[in-house]
């Protein structure tokens, strides 16, 4: 029994480390995700170990890794707890006519609930909605919402990387763009919030690592639009299904390159997916945002027979007080790296 816990523990350790290297290889970068579960999975098999080893120099080695593997998942996660500062400041009273209020909603392509997807935008009542994974079926279903958000985008495609947003804050400018693959659109759209300023929100859901895929072309998407944000002249909110966990070397680099604000940071995982299974979830669904903006709201919703909860956020717009909440700059070494990645990708892609 102790040899096997040790060689679970060996083995959940090499998981833990696997991220550590910066390859695109998706069986290496999946164990971003798992950080919590590996390290309950290492606390249990440490707790076993411990009982049956006889504390000779090997049994200490074990042990120590181990602790320090689970020390090492607890401080990517404890960003996203109470424990730590919040990244994004509550909103100041009495700025109501500053709200505004968006929805980001996964609705799975082949879950056909769309009445409870109707529900849940019914009851969020939010300003804008982004509906990710819709195909032809999910268009025709959400056809009544033509008449509460006037402004809109449709995408709906039938390879999981549809997309569909809606409006009822005026929109200057929507654009579709596919920025590294022909197969998977993103959003760009100029809206003018009930203040009257105008925003810039990016919608986006790269491909996740799988077997079929890994994680280049998610990576450079990301990065990308980071970009795109940090030479906009208008405040901005990048939202959807990116496919990567909040503490993610790659979503960490994103934001340092834009200089977005995470809202969860400081209140909670507000793990999105997987719906369908309690003990296997993470954050993947996002909201990140220019400092001009500070959180009135943040809430995971129900679910409607997808794999993802929907989230709904609420901003208030104080670009007077940006300056309380700002990110670090990138460093050097940072922005070399992002804009190698975002050139192998796209070279790869011109040449395929």
Known sequence: ????????????VGLTLLPLFRSERWWIRIWDFPRLQLAIGLGAVLLCYAALCTYSAPDWFLCGVMCGCIVYHIVHIAAYTPVVRVQTLAATRGMEHTHFSMLISNVKMDNR??????????????????????????????????????????????NTYGMILYSRLVCHQIQEYHLVDADIPSIRALVEIPSGDVVELFAVHPRPPLPSSDTG???????????MVRASKEPSIVLGDMNDVAWSYTTRLFQKIS???????????????????PFMRWPLDHIFHSPSFRLVELRRLGNFGSDHFSILVQFSYEPEIREQQTLPPPLYAEKRYASHLIRHVLNRRDNS
């Open 217 to 227: 072309e998610r990576d450079a998407e990301l990065l990308i639009v980071g970009r």
């Open 1 to 12: 029994m102790k040899q096997l816990l040790a060689g679970i523990g060996f083995t959940i």
């Open 113 to 158: 609930n769309a009445a409870g997807f109707l529900d849940v935008v019914r009851q969020a009542n939010a300003d804008i909605v982004l509906a990710n994974e819709p195909d032809s079926w999910w268009e025709g279903q959400l056809h009544e919402l033509d008449e509460y958000y006037p402004y809109q985008k449709k995408i709906p495609q039938d």
């Open 259 to 277: 200089g977005l604000l995470d809202p969860r940071v400081g209140r909670g995982l507000f793990n999105t997916f997987n719906a369908l299974f």
